[in-house]
Each structure stands twice: as C-alpha cells, then as structure tokens.
C-alpha cells in the first residue's frame, strides 16, 4: 500500500467504522474487483472477491454499492451474487437497487440516433467482436490485440466518433484498452453524489476504483470519503491511497469487514 494524499491513515479510517452510524463501500467493478481479459463476459472477480462481498453484504451497517462502466444486465451474470447488491450501470445512467427495482437510462433521440450511426459505421472499419453496445454508449475493446492494429483501429475510429459526438451530444473517451462514445450528463461521480444525499450524517465512506473514470467518483466523493487507487502501478490520480490487487485489495476488504459490527 501507498499512501498517496499526506495525512491519510489506514488504522484512523477502520477504526471510524466501528463507531459509524452507517458506512458506504462504492466499488469499481473491470480492474477493481475482476482482472482484465480480451474475452468480457469471462472478467471473472478475483479469487476470494466473492465471499468478501457475501460478507460485507450481510453487514447490517454497511451499504455495499458497484459503480461499472459495465450495463447491469452484463454485470449481475459475472458477480454470481444472490441477490444482487445495489449496482449503478453504464457510468451512473442506469440503477439496480438492493431491492431488486432496476431504474433504466433515458436517451433523447438524439443521443440514440448518433450511436446507432457510430455502431453501423464502426461494422465497416472493424470486426463487430471489437465492439461493445451497451445502453448508453458504444465501446470499441482492443486489449490483447498487437500494437500495430491497436492503432490502425485507434487512427480509424477516433476522427469519425469525434465528428458524430459534435453533433448527437454524445463524448469520446479513452479507457483502458480502448474507446468508448458515451452520452453526457452522467458519470460514475453522479452515482457517488446521490449514495452521499441518502446516507445519515456521520456515515463513513470508501469509492474503489482503477480506471480514469473512476476519478470522476474520486472527484465527487472529495474529503467526505477515502479514494482508493486500486492498481499495479501509481499514476496521476485524486486517491488517497494505492493498493495493488489481488492480494492488498482483500486485506482491504477483511479490515473493513472486521471493524464493523454483524
């Protein structure tokens, strides 16, 4: 572990929860709590994620929340957890409570029309196994492939979704092995700032994440919360703290579990 932001002390954090009211552990999903593999629907969680989150789950105190970047419907599949926990889909655009009252997104037509553009389109520059549709946005994956396609791809895609994003209110973003067109208005930070409204004062939170769009629940948790960098290597970040998966994230996981009440 790294401490990151000076002042941040891991002990302090876990002993707040003992004597909190109620606490909130908001966790990213691909490259947080699962690896990253060139086959999506096989983005397994790490061994032993499972039961920590069964775990945490029954915690009558804690408040167990994913924010993906993945749809629900490809994420509650690859979790294997009955029930579900709350999960917030598609950056914050769709919702799954921990009752099981799924909310979905709302596109204007505008914002449908110009994926449904960018997918057509992309059929002709790419095979259709690159790409990813998901309710809100259009993902363009080449993790594994070799360099040289990578940017062929890359060179290919990015002007032409930069030309339809201008006009269908729609924004280009670069992730972690790829590409993704999304609709604007909501991020992964919009699912923070709402779990924050519905929680009591005095309540302990902690957001985990490793990607870039994880900074925008980085961004919006602020000081209310620690931000944890859940990554091999360090890189330009608003966390608090660097852990390195597998290994440092399920002692993270056991320490919370341990300092609040069943």
Excluded: C
């Excluded at 204007?108 to 549709?133: C, F, N, P």
Aim: aromatic share 6%; glycine share 8%; net charge negative.
């Amino acid at each position: 572990m790294k401490v990151l932001t000076p002042g941040t002390h891991l002990t302090t954090f876990f002993r707040t929860l003992t004597e909190a009211p109620q606490s909130a552990l908001m966790l990213d999903y691909d490259g947080t709590l699962a690896p990253f593999t060139v086959k999506r629907d096989e983005a397994a969680p790490y061994p032993g994620i499972r039961e920590r989150l069964r775990r945490l789950l029954e915690l009558q105190n804690t408040r167990v929340v994913l924010i993906s970047g993945r749809a629900i419907a490809d994420l509650v599949p690859l979790l294997d957890l009955h029930p579900a926990p709350e999960i917030w889909g598609s950056h914050g655009w769709e919702r799954l409570s921990a009752q099981g009252e799924y909310i979905p997104p709302t596109l204007d037509d505008v914002m449908k029309e110009g994926l449904r553009k960018a997918e057509e389109a992309g059929r002709h520059i790419v095979d259709t196994s690159y790409q990813e549709r998901k309710p809100v946005s259009l993902a363009l994956h080449w993790r594994g492939r070799p360099g040289a396609t990578r940017k062929k791809i890359r060179s290919s895609v990015l002007p032409l979704w930069t030309s339809i994003a201008s006009s269908s209110g729609l924004e280009v973003h670069e992730f972690d092995g790829g590409v993704e067109l999304r609709a604007t208005g909501r991020t992964k930070g919009h699912a923070v700032e709402t779990i924050l409204t519905e929680l009591p004062a005095g309540s302990v939170t902690a957001v985990l994440g490793d990607d870039a769009t994880d900074e925008d629940a980085f961004r919006a948790l602020g000081s209310r919360g620690l931000r944890v960098l859940v990554r091999g290597e360090q890189r330009p970040t608003h966390a608090d703290l660097l852990i390195t998966p597998p290994e440092e994230l399920l002692f993270f996981l056991d320490q919370w579990i341990a300092h609040v009440p069943v």
